[in-house]
Nanobody, 123 residues
């Protein structure tokens, strides 16, 4: 059973950078998709970035050019580097995983979630 635990959230000034980390324990699926979703108050959970078994990336339009996802440490750590942070990036960020090498954009397609880490961007 895969378990996910996020860390690295916090408060940051607009224009700053942040790295979120997701510790992956248990046996990651042979064919997988892992990634980051975020949820702001009153809004639906949305894909920020995902990566699949073949190393294919997908990013939400709202982070275009500002985020990089990477799976490191023998597939035990999932990182999300974000820069040029904006107030609108304020949200609870979740790590997610699913079986299969397709990475859907819909959060409902993912069955394994971490508890989330809060990111607050202020001017």
């Amino acid at each position: 059973q895969v378990q996910l635990a996020e860390s690295g959230g916090g408060s940051v000034q607009a224009g700053g950078s942040l790295t979120l980390s997701c510790s992956i324990s248990g046996h990651l699926f042979t064919s997988y998709c892992v990634g980051w979703f975020r949820q702001a108050p009153g809004k639906e959970r949305e894909r920020t970035a995902t990566i699949d078994t073949f190393g294919r990336y997908a990013y939400g339009d709202f982070v275009a050019g500002r985020a990089t996802i990477s799976l490191t440490n023998g597939k035990r750590t999932l990182l999300l580097n974000m820069n040029s942070l904006q107030n609108s990036d304020t949200a609870l960020y979740y790590c997610a995983a699913r079986r299969g090498s397709v990475c859907p954009g819909a959060f409902s397609e993912y069955d394994t979630w971490g508890q989330g880490t809060q990111v607050t961007v202020s001017s």
